[in-house]
C-alpha cells in the first residue's frame, strides 16, 4: 500500500512498532542509529543468551521490514547527510525529545522548508509543546499518566500495568496512521505536513470513554481487579484464566443461556440459574447479592473444567468465554493458524529461524507483511548512502571520522 | 455538519456494525471533515446504544453515554436490513460512499447480499474493510466475542497483573482501543493508493490479530528462546526501581522509572535520601534488581507522605522520569491535555454537556474538529436520503414500509 514511499526513521524503542507498520505496508523504511548501533534498542534478552546487539529479540520483533543505517547526527558531516537524505525521503519519524533535533539544525521546520512535501512524524511522551512537553517518560509514566494504571490490577494494590509497553503499542498504529493520513492529504495537495503524536493522550483511547462518562456524572471508579464494571470478567478455570462476562446487554444474553444450558447438562445449575428469565435480564439492574449468586455458579462450573474444554465448547455453542492465552498457546492456536498469521524469519549467521506475527491484515489488491528481517547495524550503509554518491572509499572514510 | 475542512473534506464513508472497533476509527476521518454515515436500525440496534440502558430511560437508545461518546461527529440512517428494500437503500449508498467500514460478524454482509463482490460493482473503486473479532476467514470466524475476549485470546489478559493473582487484562479490552487504529490506517492507507493509482480494494482485519501483533515481542522471544512471558506487576526485566509508589491522600499514587545509576543517584538526592545513595545493595542496577522489594519499601516509605503531582514535577525538574497515576477527574484537569485541545466540551441533547475526546494526532495543517455530537438513531435519514437522491415521496413510501426503521 505505501510502496515507494520512503521513510527515514530515526526512532527509538517507543517507535519501532510505528515504522515497523509502515514497512510491512510497502514502505521502504530506512532505520537510522548511531553508529556501533542503538545500544538501548538493542538490550536483552538476547538469542542464545549472548549479550551482542545482533542478537536482542525486542529489536528483531520490531524492526522488520526496515533498511539499517548508522549515522552520527550531532557531527556537521553527519547533519549534512542526514539533510541528503530527507531531500530523498517521502517521511521522518523520530522519537527525538522536543527541540533536540531543532538544537542540531535539523528540526521540522528547517526540513521542511527544503523540502515542502516532506511528512514528518514526532512521536513523543506529551506532544511537541505544551507545559510538559519536556517531561520524560517510558511506558510505565505514560501509563500513569494516561489514565489506564489507575484503572488497572487489584483494589488492595497499587496501579499495574502490562509486562510489555503498551503505550507503544497504542501510540504506534496512531502515528502510522497519522503519517498515511498525511500522504493521502498530500496526494491531493503537494504539500507536506508535520504530524504531531502524543503517547499519552494515546493512552486515553485505552479507557474507553471512561473520562468522558466521569465529565457526565463524576462517579469515582477505582480499579476493580478480574471485574469488568460491576461484574466479574476473567475467571479461574482449571489451568488457568478464561474471559467470560455477564455485561453487555441483549448481544450476550444467548451466550448466558447456552452457558446455563450446557451446565444443567452437567448437573451444575441449580434450580434458580435454570428458572431465570433471560428476556428481562438487565445486568444493570443485578443487585450485589444476585451478582453474588450468578458469579458463584459460574465459578463453580468453569473451575471444574479445564481452558481448552471450555473454549471448544464455547465454539461449539456460541459462547463468549475465550482463554487467557500466553505466547505458546498464541503460537497453536488454530484460527490464526488457519489464517496464517505467523511467518518464520530466517535468521542463518545465528542459526535460528523464528516465529514472527506477519502484518495480519489481508488486502485484496495491495501486497502486504514483513518483507525482510530486522537490519544489522549499518547492514546497508554501503547501499543507501551509495545512493548518495559516497562510494566504498568515501564511507570508510566517513566511518573513520565516526560518521557512519 | 456545516461545510466540511480538515484532510477529508470531501470524503464520504459508510458505516455498518457496533461497539468500538469500526466506529472508533471512522471518527479520526469524521474530526478532519469527512461524511460518515452510520447505517444502524432500531430492529438489531449496536449494543453500546443499550449498554447503560435501565427500563424507563427516557431517552431509549439515544442516551447510551459510550455510545454518544464514541460516535460525535457522524450522521445516522435507520435502515431495516431484513428487507430487501433496505438493502436496496444501501446499495444506493455505496454508489455515493468511497469507504464502507463494516464490523459484524463474518457472514452477516454476505447474507444481506453486500459482499465485497456485489459492492464493486456498484462502485469500483471501493475501498471497504471488515474487521470482526476472528477475521473472514478461518474454522473459529464465527466465534462470538466482545473485546474482554480479543484481549484475552490475544494475549494480553496473561500480562497484566501480578504474578500471584489472576490476569486482569489493562483496563478497558485492550484490543477495543488497538484495532480501530489499524482500522483507521488501513483505510488511509488503502485510500492513499487509491489517490495514486484509482484502484479501490478489500481489507480483511481481525481484531484478535492486531492484538498479537502488537505483542510480537512476546511471540517471538517464544519463539526464539522458548520464553513465556507472564504478569510481573510494575517491575522491569532489566531496570529498578521502576515501580508505582503510595503518595498523600486516598488512592494516590506516583510511578518511578530508573534507567541509569546517574538518574538513581539524581532520586536519591531529589529525595533526599542520603543513606539510600550510599547503600551498597543499590549501587549498580544488578543489586538494585536483587533487593528490589527492600529498594521499593524504602522509596514507598519517602513517597507517602508527598502530594503526587508535585513529586512528579520535583523528580523531572531533577532529571528523573515519574508521573503521577491520574484518575479520570485528573485527566480532565491535566494541564497537557489542556494544551491539546484534548477534550471538547459539547452539549447532547439529552445527556446534556459532557467531553467528547481527540485522538492522539495533531496535523499542522488542520486541526481535528468536533461539531455536532452523536446522532440520535436515524436521525438523518431523510437528509441523506434525499442527498443520494430520493424523492420525498419515496422516502414516504419507505418508511411507511418499514424499512427505514
Known amino acids: 500500500m505505501l510502496d515507494g514511499i520512503r521513510i527515514l526513521d530515526l526512532s ?44 536482542s529479540l525486542r529489536w528483531l520483533a520490531l524492526n522488520t521490514s526496515k533498511r539499517g543505517i548508522t549515522l552520527a547526527l550531532a557531527t556537521p558531516r553527519g547533519g549534512e547527510l542526514f539533510r541528503r537524505l530527507a531531500a530523498r525521503a517521502d517521511v521522518v519519524l523520530e522519537t527525538a525529545a522536543p527541540g533536540s533535533l531543532e538544537a542540531l539544525g535539523l528540526g ?63 501510540a504506534g498504529p496512531e502515528a502510522a496512521a497519522g503519517i498515511a493520513m498525511a500522504l493521502y492529504a498530500r496526494a491531493r495537495s503537494g504539500r507536506g505536513q508535520l504530524v504531531d503524536v502524543s503517547m499519552q493522550e494515546c493512552q486515553l483511547a485505552t479507557l474507553v470513554t471512561a473520562p468522558g462518562q466521569y465529565s457526565l456524572s463524576p462517579k469515582r471508579r477505582g480499579r476493580t481487579g478480574a471485574r469488568l464494571g460491576g461484574t466479574r470478567e476473567i475467571w479461574r478455570a482449571k489451568d488457568g484464566d478464561v474471559s467470560f462476562g455477564l455485561r453487555g446487554g441483549a448481544a450476550r444474553v444467548p451466550s448466558l443461556v447456552a452457558t446455563v444450558a450446557w451446565m444443567a447438562e452437567e448437573g451444575m445449575a441449580p434450580e434458580w440459574l435454570r428458572a431465570l428469565d433471560w428476556k428481562t435480564y438487565n445486568h444493570n439492574l443485578l443487585s450485589e447479592q444476585e451478582i453474588a449468586r450468578l458469579e458463584s455458579a459460574f465459578r463453580s462450573f468453569f473451575a471444574t473444567k479445564t481452558r481448552r474444554e471450555l473454549f471448544e465448547q464455547a465454539l461449539a455453542r456460541r459462547i463468549m468465554l475465550a482463554p487467557c492465552n500466553d505466547a505458546r498457546e498464541i503460537l497453536e492456536q488454530p484460527q490464526l493458524r488457519s489464517r496464517g498469521l505467523f ?62 | 455538519m456545516g461545510e466540511s475542512a480538515g484532510l477529508f473534506a470531501g470524503l464520504k464513508i459508510l458505516e455498518l456494525g457496533a461497539g468500538a472497533a469500526g466506529p472508533v476509527a471512522t471518527r479520526y476521518f469524521a474530526d478532519q471533515g469527512a461524511k460518515v454515515v452510520r447505517v444502524e436500525s432500531g430492529v438489531r440496534p449496536d449494543f453500546l446504544r443499550l449498554l447503560h440502558f435501565r427500563p424507563g430511560d427516557p431517552h431509549g437508545l439515544n442516551g447510551g ?50 459482499s465485497y463482490e456485489r459492492l464493486r460493482e456498484l462502485r469500483p473503486d471501493l475501498v471497504m474493510l471488515s474487521s470482526c473479532l476472528f477475521g ?90 522458548g520464553e513465556i512471558l507472564t504478569r510481573r506487576g510494575n517491575h522491569a526485566e532489566d531496570t529498578a526501581p521502576h515501580a508505582i509508589y503510595p503518595c498523600a491522600g486516598e488512592d494516590r499514587w506516583i510511578a518511578i522509572a530508573v534507567f541509569s545509576d546517574e538518574e538513581w543517584r539524581r532520586l536519591c538526592a531529589a529525595l533526599s535520601l542520603p543513606a539510600l545513595a550510599s547503600d551498597a545493595r543499590f549501587a549498580s542496577v544488578a543489586g538494585r534488581l536483587a533487593h528490589e522489594d527492600a529498594l521499593d519499601a524504602a522509596l514507598a516509605e519517602q513517597t507517602r507522605g508527598q502530594d503526587a503531582v508535585a513529586l512528579m514535577h520535583r523528580l523531572q525538574a531533577a532529571g528523573v522520569e515519574a508521573g503521577a497515576v491520574q484518575t479520570c477527574a485528573d485527566l480532565l484537569q491535566d494541564p497537557q491535555l489542556a494544551h491539546r485541545g484534548h477534550f471538547v466540551r459539547l452539549a447532547h441533547r439529552h445527556l446534556g454537556e459532557l467531553s467528547f475526546e481527540h485522538y492522539g494526532i495533531r496535523f499542522s495543517e488542520s486541526p481535528p474538529r468536533i461539531e455536532t455530537p452523536a446522532p440520535d ?13 430520493y424523492s420525498e415521496a419515496e422516502i414516504r413510501s419507505l418508511a411507511e414500509a418499514g424499512v427505514l426503521a
Not at chain 1, 545500544?39 to 545482533?54: H, M, N, Q, V, Y
Not at chain 1, 549499518?378 to 572509499?393: F, P, Q, R, S, T
Not at chain 2, 488497538?178 to 483507521?184: E, F, G, I, K
Open chain 2, 377 to 389: 438513531l436515524g436521525e438523518h435519514t431523510q437528509r441523506v436520503l434525499g442527498e443520494v437522491g
Open chain 2, 136 to 225: 473472514q476467514t478461518g474454522p473459529q470466524r464465527m466465534y462470538p466475542g466482545f473485546g474482554g475476549q480479543g484481549s484475552a485470546i490475544s494475549g494480553f489478559n496473561h500480562l497484566a497483573g501480578w504474578p500471584d493473582r489472576e490476569a486482569v487484562g489493562p483496563a478497558g479490552t485492550i484490543t477495543d482501543s488497538l484495532s480501530p487504529r489499524y482500522v483507521a490506517l488501513l483505510i488511509a492507507a488503502a485510500l492513499f493508493h487509491r489517490e495514486r493509482t484509482g484502484e479501490g480494494q478489500y481489507i480483511d482485519v481481525s481484531q484478535i490479530e492486531t492484538g498479537v501483533y502488537s505483542l510480537s515481542e512476546a511471540i517471538v522471544r517464544a519463539s526464539a528462546r
Open chain 2, 65 to 114: 453515554p459510550m455510545f454518544v461518546l464514541m460516535n460525535p461527529n457522524k450522521l445516522s440512517v435507520a435502515v431495516n436490513l431484513s428487507k430487501p428494500e433496505g438493502v436496496a437503500v444501501v446499495e444506493r449508498l455505496v454508489r455515493w460512499a468511497d469507504v464502507v467500514s463494516e464490523n459484524f460478524s463474518p457472514r452477516a454482509m454476505a447474507k444481506w447480499g453486500l
Open chain 1, 108 to 170: 521540522w521546520e528547517t526540513l521542511h522548508a527544503e523540502r515542502p512535501g516532506l511528512v514528518w512524524c514526532s512521536l513523543t511522551p506529551f506532544g511537541r509543546t505544551g507545559p510538559y512537553a519536556q517531561f520524560r517518560a517510558h511506558d510505565l509514566v505514560l501509563v500513569a499518566m494516561g489514565g489506564n494504571a489507575a484503572l488497572t490490577g487489584d483494589p488492595d494494590r497499587a496501579p499495574v500495568r502490562c509486562t510489555l509497553p503498551t503505550a507503544y503499542y497504542a
Open chain 1, 343 to 404: 511467518t518464520t524469519l530466517d535468521y542463518p549467521e545465528l542459526g535460528a529461524r523464528i516465529e514472527h506475527p506477519d502484518f495480519f491484515a489481508k488486502a485484496s489488491r495491495s501486497r502486504i507483511g514483513i518483507r525482510c528481517r530486522a537490519p544489522r547495524v549499518g547492514e546497508h550503509n554501503a547501499e543507501v548512502y551509495g545512493e548518495l554518491g559516497i562510494d566504498a572509499g568515501a564511507l570508510r572514510e566517513l566511518a573513520r571520522e565516526g560518521v557512519v
Open chain 1, 12 to 55: 527509538e524503542e517507543p517507535g519501532f512498532l510505528a515504522g515497523k507498520i509502515l514497512g510491512d505496508l510497502g514502505a521502504d523504511v530506512i532505520k537510522l542509529e548511531p553508529p556501533g548501533g542503538d545500544t538501548f534498542g538493542r538490550r536483552g534478552p538476547f538469542l542464545g543468551e549472548l549479550a551482542d546487539p545482533e542478537r
